[in-house]
């Protein structure tokens, strides 16, 4: 029957042109749109493929026909598509015919366009609210759809639906199917192209009408999930820069909403509305969260969120929970709203540094973290996102807690941190920690917890001899477990690698520098420690050891602890630190033969990413490739460490790592010599040298070559040496399996002589006559 619509179509377009002239053309019209409503049958499987074309031409007319003048034409068109959705198969089949697939309107609909033509048509009954809600209420269906969806936002459907919110109607309808379809754009297609299309000043306006409609007049329990709907459209607008919250004063409403229960301010933004503390309240208290937690983001609203107390509202959850104590909320709800308060002032404490200080907030967090890690009973929920590990104990707590610390004091700033280390924040912070890590079962959340507490003690420790001083009494005990972590947790995927590296950082920044807090640390053979790390050769540590290797170095006990270590098979440190260079130099793509010998005189330690710049001219203050590769690389701090022991004073080494060493030995000559190559590239890509300045320019490259053949000569000779010793072992090897050869052979035949006499009396004659 596909083929008939065909034919239908060019009545229908006859009946919609004399309907104009005559009203009685609109039953028929209406008749003949029902039939759209209708199953479509097919004979042959393949019909829906072979007439796909003219069937979704046919539906696609039906949302040009919106422009008939007729109310009932237009309802009757809204119910037809409403029917696409009404998937039940048709009680009667015909003989020889079968129905179509349960959702090939649908598809039809999708592939004509009919979703964008509907919502088009919305300019026609502006001023019609029964025939606007019988459109929405189709748009409803369509826009389940993501092609429909994207139909529809070509038309700008997301700017246009939220002026409908605020529309004069009674029954609230308007609202709620704008504000659905809102909700299926914002699923279905690019949520940052439906934002942008509500960033307009007149989108935000009608969206704070509205919401502060419902929020003084909603009391029903949908108005209320409808305003916190809304409420998250806000939110998403929050986050684009380029929305007009704060101009428009939607933000300023929203965060005095948020923080009006605790600071107790009357304020007339918000005046005559109440909490009813029920769930939906509940969530909306969440949302309000969130969104200062979004605004903390923005430095444009640094000071409205000032102005309006957010500092004091989120402080008033930081304190303990004690029962009974909840006179509005639930435990439960309270413990949440309080997790996610602390959450959001980590995100504000460093936007609104003066409040923070002069709110106390240090005070009052280490006061929190006494109650986290004390002994007053306490079962934690642990229900909500923020309250991960936290059930039945106040890990959550403590965890939300020092991220508000770590958020302070990574500012850097000397008023913070010098007003927690005058409370005992370093030796709060050590004893809470030792305790929490005895005591529960590691997890990802404790892991954390620890990160954190590194973390905060590295920034209060940093360049200040007596804070060092203060931590190597309780914190060097602490440390060195970490040093001594099973390698396996490092792919745990708890969190244990980023751990490892808060505590070499705090290494860094509590113990080296102070030589009373380096003695304790060497003592606790925390110089074998790292080299047991050093030794496991990941790539991403290797740096940050070697670097707190080299500053150790200093120290006059280092020495004899780095000589001393022994790893797998033996290995010494200096055969490490070769094996690191050799290996690094090889993911660099450092050119060496076979046996590590350099291969390009003219460019020895020059990386393949080096050889393939081209030359690029830079300020005086910008540092080159040749400078930067120091910086990446692992190879000048190795070079450090072998400067600050010695060189003269290592122990043997085979002859392959004495060819590397030889390279090893000559680094600072041959990234000398890179740097002025740089220069002389830079010098002849833009000027013409004096003659003097050329042949100066071509002594110092000639040098660092004549370094480099040097260094392989004697590569060489260490190869040769190493040859002919070997070949003097294998002399002197093949003489012992020669004389003990021999030595064999002269016993076999004694005891063959003794045999014969004592088997043979003829033959001991003949031997003692011989005799």
Not at 651 to 656: G, I, M, S, T
Request: aromatic fraction near 10%; charged fraction near 25%.
């Amino acid at each position: 029957f596909f083929h008939i619509y065909t034919q239908i179509n060019e009545i229908l377009n006859l009946c919609a042109e004399k309907v104009n002239e005559q009203e009685a053309f609109t039953e028929p019209l209406c008749e003949l749109i029902k039939l759209f409503a209708l199953p479509f049958h097919k004979k042959k499987s393949f019909d829906e493929a072979n007439y796909a074309v003219e069937v979704s031409q046919s539906i696609a007319q039906l949302g040009h026909l919106m422009r008939v003048p007729s109310s009932q034409v237009k309802m009757q068109i809204c119910r037809c598509i409403i029917s696409f959705y009404n998937t039940e198969l048709p009680g009667k089949l015909l003989l020889g015919y079968q129905p179509a697939s349960a959702d090939y309107k649908i598809q039809m609909a999708e592939v004509g366009g009919l979703a964008e033509t509907l919502f088009m048509s919305l300019t026609l009954v502006e001023n019609q609210l029964i025939e606007k809600l019988w459109v929405l209420k189709a748009l409803q269906h369509l826009s389940t759809s993501e092609t429909n969806c994207r139909l529809m936002m070509k038309a700008q459907a997301a700017s246009k639906l939220c002026l409908y919110l605020n529309g004069a109607d009674p029954s609230g309808q308007l609202l709620f199917r704008s504000s659905d379809i809102l909700w299926n754009l914002l699923e279905n297609t690019s949520k940052e192209e439906v934002v942008n299309q509500l960033s307009s000043l007149e989108c935000v306006q009608t969206l704070q009408e509205v919401f502060v409609d419902l929020l003084m007049r909603g009391f029903r329990h949908c108005d209320q999930h409808l305003r916190n709907d809304l409420l998250v459209i806000a939110t998403l607008l929050v986050e684009n820069p380029a929305a007009p919250m704060i101009e428009s004063g939607f933000a300023k409403l929203l965060i005095v909403l948020a923080t009006f229960a605790e600071v107790k301010l009357r304020n007339p933004l918000i005046k005559g509305f109440k909490f009813t503390y029920s769930f939906e309240d509940f969530e909306m208290k969440k949302l309000l969260f969130n969104v200062i937690g979004v605004l903390s983001k923005n430095p444009s609203a640094a000071q409205l969120l000032s102005e309006n107390h957010v500092m004091p509202a989120l402080l008033y959850y930081v304190k303990p929970i004690q029962k009974p104590g909840f006179p509005d909320w639930s435990p439960v709800l309270y413990e949440e709203l309080q997790l996610h308060a602390i959450s959001v002032l980590a995100s504000v404490a460093p936007v609104l540094i003066d409040k923070y200080l002069s709110c106390q907030t240090n005070t009052l967090l280490l006061m929190f973290l006494e109650w986290c890690i004390g002994q007053d009973p306490f079962f934690g929920q642990g229900n909500s996102f923020h309250g991960a590990g936290g059930r039945g104990n106040k890990v959550a707590q403590l965890h939300y807690s020092l991220r508000v610390l770590r958020s302070a004091v990574s500012l850097y700033d000397d008023a913070v941190n010098l007003n927690l280390c005058d409370q005992g924040a370093i030796s709060q912070l050590l004893g809470k920690y030792a305790i929490k890590k005895s005591k529960e079962k590691e997890d990802a959340t404790l892991v954390e917890i620890q990160a954190d507490t590194l973390f905060i003690l590295s920034v209060l420790c940093d360049s200040d001899l007596h804070r060092k001083e203060l931590f190597s009494r309780e914190g060097i005990p602490i440390l060195i477990p970490f040093f001594r972590m099973d390698p396996k947790k490092l792919y745990s995927g708890l969190g244990h690698h980023c751990l490892l590296f808060s505590a070499l950082d705090c290494l860094w920044s509590c113990v080296v520098g102070c030589y009373i807090a380096e003695n304790s640390f060497i003592e606790k053979q925390g110089i074998f420690l790292l080299l047991d790390l050093l030794a496991l050769k990941e790539k991403k540590l290797c740096n940050i050891i070697l670097g707190i290797l080299v500053e150790l170095c200093d120290n006059p006990k280092t020495n004899l602890h780095f000589n001393t270590w022994r790893g797998k098979r033996d290995q010494t440190a200096a055969n490490l630190l070769i094996q690191l260079w050799r290996e690094e130099e090889m993911d660099l793509g450092v050119r060496r033969d076979q046996y590590g010998r350099i291969v390009d005189p003219k460019r020895p330690i020059a990386t393949s990413f080096q050889k393939q710049q081209k030359v690029i001219p830079v300020p005086s203050n910008c540092p080159s490739f040749a400078i930067m590769e120091i910086s990446e690389s692992i190879r000048a701090k190795v070079y450090s460490l072998f400067c600050k022991l010695d060189f003269e004073k290592l122990p043997a080494l085979p002859a392959k790592d004495s060819v590397t060493f030889a390279i090893i030995q000559r680094y600072m000559d041959f990234k000398v010599g890179e740097v002025w190559s740089e220069i002389c590239a830079e010098i002849k890509e833009e000027f013409r040298p004096l003659t003097s300045d050329a042949k100066a320019l071509k002594v110092i490259s000639k040098l660092t070559e004549d370094t480099a053949r040097r260094v392989v000569a004697l590569q060489t000779k260490m190869l040769d040496r190493a040859h002919r010793h070997e070949v003097q072992e294998e002399q002197e090897i093949y003489k012992e399996f020669q004389a003990a050869y021999t030595q064999r052979e002269l016993t076999k035949k004694s005891w063959e002589n003794f045999l014969t006499r004592t088997s043979d009396f003829e033959a001991l004659k003949v031997r003692n006559l011989m005799e």
